[in-house]
């Protein structure tokens, strides 16, 4: 991989993606910096991080012709590379939240964003930028339910090393999407689906509370519901929220 370190930078996605329009870049570029200014998360959500306390970078893939019909087990693909990661680090209670923060318990600690690059029915490239709190102990009041590796473990993790972890890991799990080997991207993110198959309560974009069940994820990649007996709603990712 090709691995590009900066101080500072405003986003490490908006940065890749401004020097993908510019140059010709290698697959698995990597762009990671230590005091990441103004990160995004999911529907402009804001991404605060310490400098030099966390992992804040992003991911250059390339020639994926993936359909984008199957855009979902990209998703898939990113998010349980994470995941296993931190899953041999032995962070307890791990889930991914649909569709792809990592939990440890009710707890935040990473954020996933995705950026996709479209001709015709095909994805042809994708940034994706990974929030991972790693050594930061104290958060902003306002962030509610975040935590990071070391308030969980006690222990003081190698930026570096667990960066190299995460990026070997997406190779293989790319390797998975470019080889269709759906099914088993597919069972194994259902099986770390946070709060699946358990009753929750959740509101709709217009802030009305009911209560349902996490059933899975439908072939357009939106989470499926069950609200009453044997009735399972679709909904995607600006419509629900658990309350």
């Known amino acids: 991989m090709k691995l590009i370190k900066l101080n500072a930078i405003n986003s490490t996605n908006t940065f890749l993606k401004e020097l993908s329009k510019n140059a010709t870049l290698e697959n698995f570029t990597v762009v990671v910096t230590k005091n990441q200014t103004n990160g995004r998360g999911q529907q402009e ?5 310490e400098p030099n306390k966390n992992l804040t970078f992003s991911v250059f893939l390339n020639d994926l012709k993936l ?5 979902k087990y990209l998703n898939f693909a990113i998010s349980l ?5 931190l899953k041999s680090k032995e962070i307890p209670n791990l889930a991914i939240k649909w569709p792809n923060d990592i939990m440890s318990g009710n707890k935040k600690i990473c954020g996933i964003l995705i950026e996709n690059t479209i001709l015709k029915n095909l994805i042809l ?11 930061q102990e104290i958060f ?3 962030l509610k339910n975040i935590t990071s590796l070391k308030n969980i473990t006690s222990v003081e993790f190698n930026l570096d090393d667990l960066l190299v972890e995460i990026i070997t890991k997406i190779k293989e799990h790319i390797n998975l999407l470019t080889a269709k080997d759906f099914e088993l991207l597919e069972k194994n993110y259902c099986a770390a689906l946070y709060k699946k198959d358990t009753i929750s309560m959740f509101k709709n974009h217009e ?3 009911f209560m349902g069940i996490i059933r899975g994820i439908s072939h357009s990649g939106n989470i499926l519901i069950e609200i009453d007996d044997e009735i399972i709603k679709e909904f995607g990712l600006k419509e629900i929220s658990f309350a």
């Open 45 to 49: 959500s804001v991404w605060f991080s």
């Open 207 to 209: 802030q009305n509370k």
């Open 125 to 135: 490239t994708s940034i994706v930028g990974i929030g991972l709190n790693v050594n």
């Open 67 to 71: 359909k984008i019909s199957d855009k």
């Open 140 to 142: 902003p009041e306002k």
């Open 81 to 85: 590379a994470v995941f296993e990661v």
